[in-house]
C-alpha cells in the first residue's frame, strides 16, 4: 500500500474476567489491545487513525478472532505467550520500551527503573512510565507486569483491580 493509502482498523470487542478490551486489526497485525474504561483508550484510538492514516470499521478479521482466542487461552491460565504479529503505534522511545516489556517473562515483574536501566536510560524512570502508560496493546505487550520500586501495584489503565487479577493468573 502507499503512504497516502487509506487504511482500514477493524474493531472487536471482548468482555475478559478484567473488563471489556477493545481489539483492533491493521492488515493482518494487532495494532490495539486496550481497556475501553481507560481515560487514554479514546486518545489511543485517535493516534492509531492518525498516524496509520486509517478509518474504523467495526468488523472481525483473522487476526482479532486468533488474539480472542489467545486471550481466552490466557485468562484460562493455559497460555503464557502470545505469538498475534503486533503493530504497536508510538515514537521510538515509546517502542523500545514497549519491546522491553516483552521480554518480562510470565509470572515475572520488573521496576519502571529496572526497564529504564534495560533500555539504557537509568535516570528516565518518569518518561518509561509515562512510554509504559501510552502502551495500546495491553496484556500482549505485558505492562501489567510493571510494578513499583517497593513492589507496590501502581497505576494501570485498565486499574489497578484489573491489574492485580493479571497478576494472580501468572501467579498461578
Request: charged share 20%; hydrophobic share 35%; aromatic share 6%.
Amino acid at each position: 500500500m502507499k503512504k497516502n493509502d487509506i487504511h482500514t482498523i477493524n474493531l472487536q470487542y471482548y468482555h475478559s474476567p478484567c473488563g471489556e478490551l477493545v481489539l483492533a486489526s491493521v492488515g493482518e497485525e494487532l495494532c490495539l489491545c486496550d481497556w475501553t474504561n481507560n481515560p487514554c483508550a479514546e486518545r489511543n484510538m485517535r493516534r492509531l487513525v492518525s498516524s496509520l492514516n486509517a478509518e474504523l470499521k467495526i468488523e472481525t478479521s483473522p487476526v482479532l478472532s486468533e488474539t480472542q482466542r489467545q486471550l481466552n487461552g490466557y485468562f484460562a491460565g493455559n497460555r503464557k505467550t502470545f505469538c498475534v504479529p503486533l503493530h504497536p503505534v508510538g515514537t521510538d522511545f515509546q517502542l523500545r520500551v514497549w519491546n522491553a516489556l516483552l521480554n518480562i517473562p510470565y509470572g515475572a515483574t520488573r521496576s519502571y527503573k529496572q526497564i529504564a536501566t534495560s533500555i539504557g536510560h537509568p535516570d528516565a524512570v518518569r518518561a518509561v512510565a509515562c512510554a509504559i502508560g501510552a502502551n495500546g496493546i495491553s496484556i500482549l505487550i505485558p505492562c501489567h507486569r510493571v510494578i513499583g520500586s517497593n513492589r507496590s501495584l501502581t497505576g494501570y489503565a485498565g486499574g489497578l483491580e484489573a491489574k492485580r487479577m493479571l497478576l494472580e493468573i501468572e501467579a498461578r
